[in-house]
């Protein structure tokens, strides 16, 4: 099995900043893409960044500029670097995983997610 710990979360106040990881293990023959999704009450959960194996990354619009989304190979661990947080951002953030496991079989995992809020 694979499992995903995401640590950082918590609350701040508008402006500030808060860095999430993500910590994959288990049976992991690599991962192509990792990413961080979000949701908050009432919505759906929406793509905040995502970083491929070579480095190439994608942010939500919402967030360009603001956030950053890293990544070490070697730890199989993925960060997100929030800075200038609003209110808005306020919101449950979950770490995914594309996971080729030591059998072969490709899956996606998730994490449990950690609370992130932004108070005005």
């Known amino acids: 099995q694979v499992q995903l710990v995401e640590s950082g979360g918590g609350l701040v106040q508008a402006g500030g900043s808060l860095r999430l990881s993500c910590a994959a293990s288990?049976?992991?023959?690599?991962?192509?893409?990792m990413g961080w999704y979000r949701q908050a009450p009432g919505k759906q959960r929406e793509l905040v960044a995502i970083?491929?194996?070579?480095?190439?990354?994608n942010y939500a619009d919402s967030v360009k500029g603001r956030f950053t989304i890293s990544r070490d190979n070697a730890k199989n661990t993925v960060y997100l670097q929030m800075n200038s947080l609003k209110p808005e951002d306020t919101a449950v953030y979950y770490c995914?995983?594309?996971?080729?496991?030591?059998?072969?079989?490709?899956?996606?995992?998730w994490g449990q997610g950690i609370q992130v809020t932004v108070s005005s």
């Open positions: 995914n995983a594309a996971v080729v496991r030591d059998s072969g079989a490709f899956a996606y995992f």
């Open positions: 288990g049976s992991i023959f690599s991962i192509s893409a």
């Open positions: 970083i491929r194996t070579g480095g190439n990354t």
